[in-house]
């Protein structure tokens, strides 16, 4: 009788850690996510200058594009 209450307070007692590192995990997501956000929100407008530059100056040149390329 004893064994089978010592096994049951080891199973009451055991804790489990999984949902613990789960829960970690996503709240980590979360932060990288709204951290990508913000930065999308301050610099999307000079991202997309600076890109939209890049891709006017390779098409008007095909030459240098090529360059870039090899």
Request: proline letters at 1%.
């Amino acid at each position: 009788m004893t064994e089978y209450a010592t096994r049951l307070r080891r199973l009451v007692t055991t804790r489990d850690d999984r949902g613990a590192a789960m829960a970690e995990y996503g709240l980590l997501l979360v932060l990288v996510v709204l951290g990508a956000m913000a930065i999308m929100l301050t610099f999307g407008d000079t991202l997309a200058e600076t890109f939209g530059f890049a891709a006017e100056t390779f098409n008007e040149s095909p030459a240098l594009a090529q360059e870039a390329i090899e």
